[in-house]
């Protein structure tokens, strides 16, 4: 079966529209194709100019999928030569309902943007519980409210968004002043700084066995040519769980990471407007090496404060 769906001033071609991504009685391609062509409006301010590899899962989430950062594409997606080679950008939303046609369920994309590939515009911090349960999600959220509170101690903006998987991303704009390299070690700061407050739930090690059942509390996705998963791509879960920007009061509503699905509807979007309040990474990489040790590990505050 094959369908066409309009996006923008193109229509796109799906083919085997009626094939299940998702399991028995789960989501369709078509239903995947449907939804980036309906989250388009505030997929693509947040993803537009930044190179993309594709999580494809050609035979449905049922078998392993692989990541994609060349894929072939038609000739009028924009790509952009990167340290990784010529990579796909989504600078329309018939690229992204392209995507679905490839049985690309996941979109990750770099930390900067053309023309400045290397000089990212945004942090991010992964919050990565061991599982799914209410008590990891509870101390994740606990630890998304103290990254922000530490972030704000650098003077830097701090927005949040559910994975989709089993955590929180916060999300950091910065002015596009230094390097991958510069970021990363501004995040690994931030990370350490707040896993020190409560050091027997969180941490920054980044070895499995020596997290001890800890939350992981992950700046690598910051560095050179690292990818994060963006901002309203679905998952490769049971009932397409999807990636979703959440207003910080929104957060101390949510049961999981999962709370929004393929459904997803929203008018507006809470980071709309995030580059507007991007701060200077300088600025706070200064601050820590002023401080010489940079912020002493403060007592956890209330959730909301």
């Known amino acids: ?10 229509k796109v071609e799906v083919r085997h529209a009626d094939k299940s991504l998702f399991g028995p009685g789960g989501a369709t391609k078509a239903d995947l194709a449907d939804y980036y062509a309906r989250i388009a409006p505030l997929m693509l301010p947040l993803v537009r100019g930044r190179p993309v590899a594709l999580e494809r899962y050609v035979e449905g989430i ?11 594409h038609p000739k009028w997606i924009r790509t952009v030569w990167t340290s990784s080679g010529r990579m796909m950008e989504c600078q ?26 290397g000089l990212p ?5 992964d919050l990565d519980p061991v599982d799914s349960g209410e008590d990891s999600f509870d101390s994740c959220r606990d630890a998304a409210w103290n990254v922000r509170e530490v972030l704000g ?11 989709g998987s089993r955590g929180l991303h916060i999300h950091s704009p910065l002015r596009p002043e230094v390097d991958d390299q510069d ?19 969180w941490t920054t090690r980044v070895r499995k066995a020596a997290r001890h059942g800890r939350m992981f509390v992950d700046y690598l996705r910051n560095g050179p040519a690292q990818l ?38 929203r008018d507006e979007c ?36």
């Open 183 to 201: 970021v990363r070690r501004l995040a690994k700061a931030v990370a350490d700084r707040v896993a020190a407050r409560a050091p027997d739930e």
């Open 92 to 117: 329309e939303a018939a690229a992204l309902v392209w995507c679905a046609d490839q049985d690309a369920i996941t979109l990750h994309t770099w930390s900067s943007r053309t023309p400045r590939l």
């Open 121 to 125: 515009d945004r942090m991010v911090l």
């Open 1 to 10: 079966m094959r369908t066409t769906v309009r996006a923008g001033r193109r």
């Open 270 to 305: 809470p980071f709309a407007g995030m580059r507007r309040h991007a701060r200077s990474p300088r600025r706070a990489l200064s601050l820590l090496d002023d401080r010489e040790g940079g912020v002493v590990p403060q007592p956890r505050p209330e959730k909301g404060k």
């Open 153 to 163: 101690e650098l003077g830097l903006a701090a927005y949040v968004m559910t994975t």
């Open 62 to 72: 049922g078998s392993p999928g692989f990541l994609v950062q060349h894929p072939s």
């Open 228 to 265: 994060a998963v963006a901002p309203y791509s679905v998952r490769a879960r049971p009932g397409a769980p999807v990636a979703t920007p959440v207003t910080w009061e929104e957060l101390d509503q949510l049961t999981s990471s999962q709370d929004f699905g393929i459904g997803l509807e």
